[in-house]
Nanobody, 120 residues
């Protein structure tokens, strides 16, 4: 069984920084694409940033230049460094991993979500 555990959310003032982590555990053969999504109340869940197994990255226009996604394959962990935070970044942030379980197949997994609140 695979589990994703997120950490690092919290309350921060506008202009501040936070670093989110997402650690995967379980019977993992390989993690392919990894991504961060966010969902504000009343809104759909949107992609924030993603990183491929080879390190290629992609960002939502709203966070380009402020957020940085990275991964540590040895630790099965993904990070999101969030700088110059704005009130509109307030949301629940979810991590998503496309995980290869070997003979058991490939599946998408989600973390439980971590709240990020940016005060003005």
């Amino acid at each position: 069984q695979v589990q994703l555990v997120e950490s690092g959310g919290g309350l921060v003032q506008a202009g501040g920084s936070l670093r989110l982590s997402c650690a995967a555990s379980g019977s993992i053969y390989r993690i392919n694409d990894m991504g961060w999504y966010r969902q504000a109340p009343g809104n759909q869940r949107d992609l924030v940033a993603r990183i491929t197994s080879t390190g290629s990255t992609d960002y939502a226009d709203s966070v380009k230049g402020r957020f940085t996604i990275s991964r540590d394959n040895a630790k099965n962990t993904m990070y999101l460094q969030m700088d110059s935070l704005k009130p509109e970044d307030t949301a629940v942030y979810y991590c998503n991993n496309a995980i290869d379980l070997g003979m058991s197949g490939r599946y998408d997994y989600w973390g439980q979500g971590t709240q990020v609140t940016v005060s003005s």
